[in-house]
């Protein structure tokens, strides 16, 4: 029989038990639980397979489907299994904690493991983390013109034991247009909220938690509407520092790069900035000249962000980044202490 869990205990015993995720492929690209390994049932195709035959023959059809195609495969799991966990203690989920997890459990008991099953499945999962993310929290928020080094400040307030979600670091992008590159693969959207859920619940929501200054987007993906909101709503500290400095970063940011990613992310821009001003940046990225094709984006983000901090409902509190980011570490945590948060007045 299998032992199954509810989705509370599911992520308790998580951060001590391997995860096992039996979807499909697809499903586990699409998004699934922070940590899990895809030991698939079914691979895409016999998965669609199936469900056409249930739809055209009914139940019992596309279950003796199901076990012709399975059958062949029962010690390639056991064999996967041993290959990807060192304990017999697992946690194992499928879409809904249906067929699929209870049958690979029952084999994985047969093969000497102790598996428990998660109660309703992936989708009790996001059901959680959804409503995970429509609790109050309190942000400090971290803003600033691009490349004035808020990203460097966000590592190093968490390489200060600071709470910390960050936002860009999760999305696999830098937020601008040329935000990509140099980045790995970006996740789904929907992946990116189960990230955010797994770094949010690992931090105490009635302590001061920083994050990035963001849009609706980062790159491909979006926030969850309920955090976001909460983002705009929340104290702001502007990172101030000087054109020359935030023209530095970025050189060294991009230096090592392919000129043609440049580019394309220049004709992203293109109309924001004038076909005249885009054709310029090309021109100078060719000819290798970062700085002047640095100053020329700069002038359409800083434009752009300059609206953003006027939309502010909270007036935010400027700082400048004159020193070292250990400096700028001491002078955030000073001055956080001097937010009052509107959280903190419930």
Same mark, same amino acid.
């Given at each position: 029989?299998?032992?199954?869990?509810?989705?509370?205990?599911?992520i308790?015993l998580?951060?001590?038990?391997?995860v096992?995720?039996?979807?499909?492929?697809?499903?586990?690209?699409?998004?699934?639980?922070p @940590?899990?390994?895809?030991?698939?049932? *079914? /691979?895409?195709?016999e998965?669609?397979?199936?469900?056409?035959?249930?739809?055209?023959? @009914?139940?019992?059809?596309? !279950?003796?489907? =199901?076990?012709?195609?399975?059958?062949?495969?029962?010690?390639?799991?056991?064999?996967?299994? %041993?290959?990807? !966990?060192?304990?017999k203690?697992?946690? !194992?989920?499928?879409?809904?904690?249906?067929?699929?997890?209870?049958?690979m459990?029952?084999? *994985?008991g047969?093969? #000497?493991?102790?598996?428990?099953?998660?109660?309703? #499945?992936?989708?009790?999962?996001?059901?959680?983390?959804?409503? &995970? *993310?429509?609790?109050?929290?309190k942000?400090?928020?971290l803003?600033?013109?691009? =490349?004035?080094?808020? &990203?460097?400040l966000?590592?190093?307030?968490?390489?200060?034991?600071?709470?910390?979600?960050?936002?860009?670091g999760?999305? %696999?992008?830098?937020?601008?247009?040329?935000g990509?590159?140099?980045?790995?693969?970006?996740?789904t959207?929907?992946?990116?909220?189960?990230?955010?859920?797994?770094?949010l619940?690992?931090?105490?929501?009635s302590?001061?938690?920083?994050?990035?200054?963001e849009?609706?987007?980062? =790159?491909?993906? *979006?926030?969850? $509407?309920?955090?976001?909101? $909460?983002?705009?709503?929340?104290? &702001?500290?502007?990172?101030?520092t000087e054109?020359?400095?935030?023209?530095?970063?970025?050189?060294?940011?991009?230096?090592?790069?392919?000129?043609?990613?440049?580019?394309? /992310?220049?004709?992203?821009?293109?109309k $924001?900035? @004038?076909?005249?001003?885009?054709k310029?940046?090309?021109?100078?990225?060719?000819?290798? %000249?970062?700085?002047?094709?640095?100053?020329?984006?700069?002038?359409?983000?800083?434009?752009?962000?300059s609206?953003?901090?006027? $939309?502010?409902?909270?007036?935010?509190?400027?700082? &400048?980044?004159? #020193?070292?980011? %250990?400096?700028?570490?001491?002078?955030?945590?000073?001055?956080?202490?001097?937010?009052i948060?509107?959280?903190?007045?419930?």
């Amino acid at each position: 029989m299998t032992l199954t869990i509810s989705i509370e205990k599911f992520i308790e015993l998580s951060d001590i038990y391997p995860v096992i995720d039996v979807r499909s492929p697809s499903e586990y690209a699409r998004g699934h639980i922070p @940590g899990a390994f895809n030991i698939p049932l *079914f /691979s895409d195709e016999e998965r669609a397979a199936v469900g056409t035959k249930y739809v055209k023959e @009914g139940r019992q059809q596309a !279950v003796r489907l =199901g076990l012709e195609l399975v059958a062949p495969k029962l010690n390639w799991f056991v064999d996967a299994l %041993n290959s990807t !966990v060192n304990q017999k203690n697992i946690l !194992v989920y499928c879409w809904r904690g249906g067929m699929r997890s209870a049958s690979m459990s029952w084999l *994985f008991g047969l093969a #000497g493991f102790k598996p428990l099953t998660l109660e309703g #499945g992936y989708k009790s999962f996001r059901r959680y983390a959804q409503a &995970t *993310f429509d609790r109050k929290y309190k942000f400090i928020v971290l803003g600033g013109m691009t =490349g004035c080094g808020k &990203t460097e400040l966000i590592k190093k307030l968490k390489a200060n034991s600071e709470q910390v979600v960050d936002l860009e670091g999760l999305a %696999n992008h830098k937020g601008s247009a040329f935000g990509w590159i140099n980045q790995p693969k970006q996740p789904t959207t929907e992946h990116f909220e189960n990230l955010l859920f797994n770094e949010l619940r690992k931090l105490n929501p009635s302590q001061p938690i920083w994050i990035e200054d963001e849009s609706k987007s980062i =790159g491909s993906i *979006f926030l969850p $509407q309920s955090i976001y909101i $909460q983002i705009i709503n929340s104290p &702001t500290i502007i990172i101030e520092t000087e054109l020359n400095h935030r023209i530095e970063r970025l050189i060294n940011d991009y230096t090592v790069c392919d000129k043609q990613d440049l580019i394309n /992310s220049v004709h992203r821009i293109q109309k $924001q900035l @004038g076909l005249e001003k885009a054709k310029r940046c090309i021109d100078y990225i060719e000819s290798g %000249n970062l700085r002047d094709a640095i100053g020329i984006a700069l002038e359409y983000y800083d434009k752009t962000y300059s609206y953003g901090i006027a $939309q502010k409902k909270i007036p935010p509190k400027f700082l &400048t980044f004159d #020193g070292t980011a %250990n400096d700028m570490i001491s002078k955030l945590k000073s001055v956080s202490k001097s937010i009052i948060h509107p959280a903190f007045l419930d």
